[in-house]
């Protein structure tokens, strides 16, 4: 690679400020500049070069190691040259959009957003539904087009040239949006009568969406091609539907598995019972051990989240002792806080004649 000597390129002094540096870019990509010079084929190479000394002497990094390989050219490392539309970006954010860019181009059409809620067996197992919901569809009159039948298709703004921008009076003028092409480089000659040129109309729309089993909240579908239609004939946008999973009142969801809290009673804990248990198919039986602790998880095989391959999750229920409420202030009657309190001091009292049914209580005891 030739050895380009960068201040050399920018015209500027080995010891030149920062400050001068750039404003020798700013004045020289000005004039150098490829929008400038349509019809001259080496503009674009001039304009590189200077891009690529100022992206070299802006760096306080790049610029030190310049300045000491300088003198050994032919072991430089350090030009690595842009490219043009590097280049371009480049003075950009430097010196602004001053030449702005031709955008008279079919546009893509929006995308369209739904969010779809569904119940969490329905995202677990997988499901169909049907959407509804109004947007903008393709005028069938125009199919989309916005020119009318017969009418002369759309062309370049004669404001704008197509760049989509108007430029202010002098050098450094600020580019605005074209008023005549609202920005899009392109207007209609003769416009559908019926979509006013927009190629679209607002419309009622319904697809059927397939939620995959296993989908987790938040997941999107995309529909190709169902998005609102494009400008001057281009294509469509998608359609993406995002999943909302309806809070399940007893069910939640963790990884590959389907967990649960299993309330029991006291009795049901110490005698041991068959409980039903919520799953996403419907109820299931979970069997209780005799003496089981509050706070045991228990798995019930394969009723988790299914897998395409391999064995499906489990669905893990942690069984919670619930203890009766007898305070004033709860549903109970009176009658019923009555029974409930003489039971419970039958089961104390036996608890003291029998303190084996209670260890782990009167161990402690006998140790204080």
Not at 194 to 208: L, V
Not at 251 to 272: F, K, W, Y
Request: charged share 30%.
């Amino acid at each position: 690679m030739a050895f380009q000597d960068h201040y050399a390129v920018l015209g500027v002094k080995p010891d030149a400020s920062p400050e001068e540096i750039k404003r020798a870019y700013r004045r020289l990509a000005m004039e150098t500049h490829p929008d400038r010079h349509p019809d001259d084929p080496a503009a674009e190479e001039r304009f590189r070069r200077i891009s690529t000394a100022y992206t070299v002497l802006s760096d306080p990094v790049k610029r030190a190691r310049f300045n000491r390989a300088r003198l050994m050219p032919e072991a430089l490392e350090l030009n690595q040259p842009i490219t043009v539309a590097t280049a371009r970006d480049f003075f950009s954010s430097v010196v602004g959009d001053v030449f702005g860019r031709q955008r008279k181009q079919r546009r893509k059409g929006r995308d369209i957003r739904y969010t779809l809620s569904i119940e969490l067996a329905e995202a677990v197992l997988g499901s169909e539904h049907e959407i509804q919901f109004e947007a903008n569809g393709v005028c069938t009159t125009c199919k989309g087009g916005g020119t009318k039948p017969d009418g002369r298709p759309a062309e370049g703004c004669p404001i704008c040239k197509g760049r989509g921008q108007v430029k202010g009076e002098g050098i450094l003028g600020r580019w605005t949006t074209c008023g005549r092409c609202h920005g899009m480089g392109m207007v209609q000659v003769d416009p559908c009568g019926d979509c006013r040129g927009s190629g679209a109309r607002r419309e009622k729309r319904a697809f059927r969406v397939s939620v995959p089993m296993g989908t987790e909240s938040g997941a999107e579908r995309i529909v190709k091609g169902q998005g609102e239609p494009g400008r001057f004939g281009g294509p469509p946008g998608n359609l993406r539907v995002t999943i909302n999973i309806n809070k399940h009142p007893f069910l939640s969801r963790e990884g590959q598995d389907i967990v649960c809290e299993l309330p029991v009673s006291v009795t049901e804990a110490v005698r041991g019972a068959r409980v039903p248990v919520p799953t996403l198919t419907g109820s299931g039986i979970v069997k209780i051990p005799p003496g089981i602790g509050s706070g045991t998880r228990m798995r019930l095989r394969g009723k988790g989240v299914p897998r395409e391959r391999g064995a499906s999750g489990d669905q893990l229920v942690t069984v919670v002792i619930e203890v009766p409420r007898v305070a004033k202030n709860s549903a109970l009657s009176q009658q019923g806080r009555d029974a409930i309190n003489e039971a419970l001091s039958q089961l104390e009292r036996a608890c003291e004649e029998h303190p084996q049914a209670l260890p782990k209580r009167d161990a402690q005891r006998r140790s204080s």
